[in-house]
């Protein structure tokens, strides 16, 4: 997984809870390192979820609800580091933009070689008209993120 991802999730728990607490999240998920994930490096994805399987124990908060909560802020980061634009571009409604992910996430290959992105489809349910989200990855258990993103 990109360290995008990794720095994000970073600044969720030092922006919510402070530096002690992330130096506490890293020794507990055996992240050996001094200072940020760097944004265009590629890291384990194991080292993702032993982030998120260590903010667990640290903060006593479930997984679910931690990746729900970086959801939450992941697209407000994204405009912070600026993708601000690319994002107002995907759509005017919520269908579009959610429709027009996949496209983002192949522009964003560009930048991010090998990247493994999620894909996103959406449907209409036939009985009232409500949007319905497809996702789709590789990765389990990342689908919280998509929840908050979505809230």
């Not at 030092?14 to 940020?36: C, L, P, Q, T, Y």
């Not at 944004?39 to 993702?48: A, C, G, K, P, S």
């Not at 912070?80 to 994002?87: F, P, Q």
Request: charged residues 25%; glycine residues 8%.
């Amino acid at each position: 997984m990109y360290g995008f991802v990794n720095y994000a999730i970073e600044q969720l728990v030092v922006r919510n809870f402070g530096d002690d607490i992330w130096e506490d999240i890293k020794r507990e998920a055996e992240v050996h390192m001094e200072g940020s994930f760097l944004v265009r490096l590629t890291y384990e994805d194991e080292i993702t979820y032993n982030i998120v399987g260590a903010a667990e124990k640290v903060l006593g908060v479930p997984a679910n609800a931690i990746l729900e909560m970086f959801g939450k802020m992941f697209f407000k980061f994204c405009q912070e580091s600026g993708y601000d634009t690319i994002l107002q571009v995907l759509g005017a409604t919520v269908s579009d933009f959610l429709q027009n992910l996949d496209a983002l996430h192949d522009h964003l290959a560009l930048i991010y070689p090998g990247m493994k992105a999620p894909s996103f489809r959406c449907t209409e349910r036939p009985e009232d008209g409500a949007l319905i989200l497809h996702y789709y990855s590789d990765r389990p258990g990342l689908e919280y993120i998509v929840i908050g993103i979505v809230k």
